[in-house]
């Protein structure tokens, strides 16, 4: 808080800032993001989404494959049971 009060002071904005000022100004500053941090931000997100797609690809297509070939194993016994009963 005394360095944002001297940063203040250096700054000529006031002789001597009030102790709501000085926190004021602290909560600015960290409130305020820098543009390389928004910048990495933005790029992770996309990148959170290709993976999230990914993922899903991953995990689907296999899936889907499993299921279709099960469906056709059940498909191929039931037509050799009809078969064997005739």
């Known amino acids: 808080m005394k360095l944002t009060r001297h940063k203040l002071i250096a700054r000529g904005k006031?002789?001597?800032?009030?102790?709501?000022?000085?926190?004021?100004?602290?909560?600015e500053s960290a409130s305020r993001s820098s543009a390389a941090f928004n910048d990495l931000a933005e790029s992770l997100g996309e990148q959170a989404v290709g993976y999230t797609k990914e993922t899903i690809f991953l995990y689907l297509y296999p899936t889907l494959a499993i299921v279709f070939v099960v469906y056709l194993i059940e498909v191929w016994r039931r037509g050799q049971r009809v078969k064997s009963n005739h």
């Open 14 to 27: 006031k002789a001597s800032p009030s102790d709501f000022e000085v926190c004021d100004a602290l909560v």
